[in-house]
């Protein structure tokens, strides 16, 4: 954002009908403005009809051979109830062939199916629905099942131990992009129900059980919520070493405006911590078990990449004066540097960017215009994500016109 912009996104950020009409009219004014749709110095391989989802995931196999995905038919609606897209992996010369092993009706944009590898294996896990319920299924490389689950995953730790799960109905009802479009709860009428909340999964014994309630989080250290107030989960995500977990309470008021807190904790629930924000947090990474890295906003401070020391409230700003806007970050194995993106600005130009922390150095890796039929709910974040050998990044782009799965081996 230029110097203007942000003054008249801090002056609407929290009005968001207001917001999200000022945002439509000002990139369809500036759409006629002709820009190339990839600009970069790297070569992008370009795989039309596929996606993988968010930015929290590795889709490649331990040994890098592998690049999982979803292969999908319409890409400009939402999914319908009973709609199903397959689950797969490319393979062979430049990962260029696609091998279908599944399908799965419970899926979204943003977030797929929730599909990754199980901890290293070649045993991929994704989330589906039995006809009555969101479930897991775990399968081989060959699409054989090997597990079902009772509940479907939020977050996955990285010894493949444990799941996180919440419910993605709620998220249907208040954030649809994140949702799926099948199952029903009665729970999910409810703004703060006391039965259903956080749950985790042991994936050994197919065990569960709830952590915590979305009530009791909801009493936590009260925010600025009214009886009208929604409240959900979200964004789970596991510390490196699986022993914490981060997450997202937030709650949707009649006015439409979503305010969200961040905490950490156990995996039992115990030693729980909130992080002080001022209601607006949106994406995080952890770095390593004490660390994460989070872009939100601070009263006074402004908004910022944010790296925070777990259970304190002593924070870094990073890359200040360079990043102005919200992004979808992910460190690199060195932990030293993270890949993130941005959302399309008034050329619609989404910018896909590494960044070193030590050195505070920002490269624009590339430039993608999104076209504007790829807006709200259906839109294409590009959720950058690292190789097992920090060289190549994958990401999804809608730039050609058509949604695609993307991979750059980076100089």
Same mark, same amino acid.
């Given at each position: 954002m230029n110097t203007l912009e942000r003054y008249i996104y801090n002056k609407i950020r929290f009005s968001p009908r207001i917001k999200k009409t000022i945002v439509g009219l000002y990139q369809r004014l500036f759409s006629i403005v002709p820009i190339k749709k990839i600009q970069t110095d790297y070569n992008v391989i370009v795989r039309e009809g596929y996606f993988f989802g968010f930015h929290d995931k590795c889709p490649w196999s331990l040994d890098n051979k592998f690049l999982l995905a979803h292969k999908y038919t319409?890409?400009?609606?939402?999914?319908?109830?009973?709609?199903?897209?397959?689950?797969?992996?490319?393979?062979?010369?430049?990962q260029s062939e696609f091998q279908s092993i599944a399908v799965t009706s419970t899926w979204n944009w943003q977030m797929g199916s929730m599909l990754q590898w199980l901890a290293n294996t070649n045993n991929i896990i994704f989330n589906d629905y039995n006809g009555a319920n969101h479930i897991a299924k775990v399968i081989n490389i060959n699409g054989n099942l090997l597990e079902e689950y009772s509940k479907p995953i939020a977050a996955v730790s990285a010894n493949g131990?444990?799941? +996180?799960?919440?419910?993605?109905?709620? +998220?249907?009802?208040?954030?649809?992009?994140?949702?799926?479009?099948?199952? /029903?709860?009665?729970?999910?009428?409810?703004?703060?129900?006391?039965?259903?909340?956080?749950? +985790?999964?042991?994936?050994?014994?197919?065990?569960?059980?709830?952590?915590?309630?979305?009530?009791?989080?909801?009493?936590?250290?009260?925010?600025?919520?009214?009886?009208?107030?929604?409240? &959900?989960?979200?964004?789970? +995500?596991?510390?490196?070493?699986?022993k914490r977990f981060a997450f997202y309470h937030r709650w949707l008021e009649k006015n439409n405006q979503t305010w969200t807190r961040l905490f950490t904790c156990k995996l039992n629930g115990s030693?729980?911590?909130?992080?002080?924000?001022?209601?607006?947090?949106?994406?995080?990474?952890?770095?390593?078990?004490?660390?994460?890295?989070? &872009?939100?906003?601070k009263n006074n401070i402004g908004d910022h990449y944010y790296l925070l020391k /777990?259970?304190?409230?002593?924070?870094?700003?990073?890359?200040?004066?360079?990043?102005?806007?919200?992004?979808?970050?992910?460190?690199?194995?060195?932990?030293?540097?993270?890949?993130t993106d941005t959302y399309p600005d008034r050329l619609r130009r989404q910018y896909l960017i590494r960044y070193n922390i030590n050195s505070k150095k920002? /490269?624009?890796?590339?430039?993608?215009?999104?076209?504007?039929?790829?807006?709200? /709910?259906?839109?294409?974040?590009?959720?950058?994500?690292?190789d097992r050998t920090g060289k190549s990044v994958a990401f999804d782009s809608s730039h050609t016109g058509k949604r695609a799965l993307c991979t750059v081996r980076l100089k």
């Open positions: 319409n890409d400009l609606k939402m999914p319908t109830d009973g709609e199903k897209i397959e689950i797969g992996y490319f393979t062979g010369k430049d131990k444990y799941a +996180l799960s919440h419910s993605f109905i709620r +998220l249907r009802k208040v954030a649809p992009a994140y949702g799926y479009a099948n199952s /029903d709860d009665k729970s999910a009428s409810e703004n703060v129900p006391k039965n259903d909340g956080i749950y +985790l999964l042991n994936l050994k014994s197919n065990d569960s059980q709830l952590i915590f309630s979305i009530a009791d989080i909801a009493k936590f250290n009260e925010g600025k919520y009214t009886q009208e107030s929604y409240h &959900y989960f979200t964004h789970c +995500l596991f510390s490196p070493s699986g030693d729980i911590f909130k992080f002080d924000f001022s209601g607006v947090v949106t994406h995080l990474a952890w770095q390593d078990d004490k660390h994460l890295l989070v &872009y939100g906003y /777990d259970k304190t409230n002593n924070f870094k700003i990073i890359g200040k004066n360079i990043f102005t806007s919200d992004g979808h970050p992910q460190f690199a194995p060195d932990r030293e540097n993270f890949i920002r /490269d624009n890796l590339v430039i993608l215009k999104s076209p504007l039929p790829y807006t709200g /709910d259906v839109r294409c974040d590009l959720h950058p994500r690292w």
